[in-house]
């Protein structure tokens, strides 16, 4: 089976090929005839695609350790469960789902309306541009990170799952991410076809749908590895600014500040050419945030690691940058209209969208700084949380502060609701007294949470007094992203700088005080399976003399690895959470502990999993439906 897999690798890589020089002469003539032939082709590379993918599914379900990739991520005690997600656990695995997914999305887009209404040039044009990247992906996959390597004699039993991926965050984390990767493949490859040939219908209502769609797996991904981060690795915080954690952010960045740019072209015809940059340079960016995690460029907690494919990597991105300029130079794309100017909604737009770019600039040079700075150095100097933490959270409270003022203004120039703003103003000002009366004294914590609050309390106004967005789904689902970025906003502010933590060694029976919190330990219980052994510690959490919780964190030793790795235990709350994590146990029953309180952490994953949920809310199930068209309100 192992050489069926390959071979259906190395059969996408020739279709690819041949359907991508089939589309360029087609190009090249000015034709548009052969387009059924360039459908059938990528709808059997997606077929072939999937037969290979089944085949490594299969392969980890039935733990076949004659295949090395499953020998290396699986073995005979790791759970069905487990075994099925560590397909995508390592990098020719994870490369291949990517492509999998880019080949079915790619199926799907042929099928709808709005690509039978394309131009056929336009068309022809897509499947070119759409076929250099998947061309890309079979020859890494049947060159640098072939997932299709035999083990000879198979070995009788896998090395198994890295611990640190065997938790829920981890089994969606990634395909996530994949998803979000892939999708803006479609957006991307049509806006470049629809400059350069100057289509006369919007690429951008075509592509909407999926721009939103892959942004809603993006930012799903990422909250999910900023809870993973939280819950798994056992040091109570959820963003370390680690090179992974940047790579996923910088195309988010870039993504949402498109997003913002475009919804300016649909409503006052502006932006045209910069939206086509913006799409394209987002995934590109997904290509770069791949690079930083397999290239071995920079050193990270859970990157891949060098694997021969940063050198093809790096050409194809600059390969892309170096298409995407010749495109917006020589296409005949019609220009834009005039943005109106910076006081009304659209200005404020554009200043969100360059804030947001900023912060993404910010992100890719201190990400890269090691690299650069051994132009110069023998030494290379890595930039820690801290320069992170100075240079952006003032940025992103600068996007709050955009987005405190922004409802209220005109489409035109000026305000459109002084009462409106008048409120939500008024709340900002209430917070931050209130805060200060409340003890709290860090500058930048009582900016951010009294932003929150107006943020929120703005949005809750739009909706009460705009009869047209409670009439239009994809407004409603605007808002929502927007009251989910309040409550994130929120989270974020109170519960990083006032995070509190002690470390205690405890006998049974002891007792420590923190923070209005006692925690009791009452002992220790050791358990072993084929998988692991543990040590979970039982711990009791009470406030004001009542049980507020229990909290149970382990300390594991799987099989094949000779590393302990922490389970943490939490007391749920949307308050202040108690967190625990077991450092260590000694004959006697002593336990080394840590605990920690994270006033408000919660409100991150339910901000971020409503920003997810609501953007659904904002797919349109026709494009340039009527009741998607801005109001007569909307345009002032």
Known sequence: MILVAYWSLLFCLLLSLFAGAAAAYQAWQGKGEGLVVLEYAHHAVAAVLTVASAILFAAFVGKDFSFKYVAEYSNSVLPLFYSVTAFWAGQEGSLLFWAWTVALMGSVFPLTKNYRELAGQTRVMYWLFFFLVQGFFMLALTNWNNPFIEFSPAPADGRGLNPLLQNPGMIFHPPLLFLGY?????????ALAAWLTGERRSWLDMGRNWAILSWIF??????LGAWWSYMELGWGGYWAWDPVENASLIPWLSATAFLHTALIEERRGALRRTNVVLVTVTLVLCYFATYLVRSGVVQSLHAFGAGGIGGPLLAFIASGLIMTALVVAIGRGEMGRELSGLYSRPGFLVLTAWLLLAIGGVILMGTMWPVISSLWSSQPIGLDAHFYNRVTLPLFLGIAALLLVCPWLQWREGLRDR????????V??????????GGMTKPLAMAGTGLAAACLAGVVLVVALDASVRRRRSSLGAWGVHFGLGLVVLGVAVSGPYQFSREAVLQPGDSMDMGGYTMIYEGFE???SEAMILVEAKVRVEQGGELVG???PQRRLYQSFDQPFAEVSTV??????????????????????????????????????????AGFLALRSRSGRPDDAPTQREQM
Request: net charge positive; aromatic share 8%; proline share 2%.
């Open 419 to 426: 009462r409106g703003l008048g409120i939500a103003v008024g």
């Open 526 to 528: 050791e358990r072993s």
């Open 428 to 437: 900002f000002v209430a917070a931050i007294v209130a805060l200060a009366l």
């Open 218 to 223: 993006l930012t799903a991904g990422i909250v």
């Open 550 to 552: 229990m909290l149970r």
């Open 572 to 613: 749920f709350s949307l308050g202040t959470e108690v967190y625990a994590t077991l450092l260590g146990v000694t004959q006697q029953g002593a336990a080394s502990l840590k605990f920690s309180l994270h006033p408000l952490v919660n409100w991150i994953w339910i901000g971020g999993t409503l920003m997810c949920l």
């Open 182 to 190: 892939g999708g803006f493949t479609i957006p991307a490859c049509l």
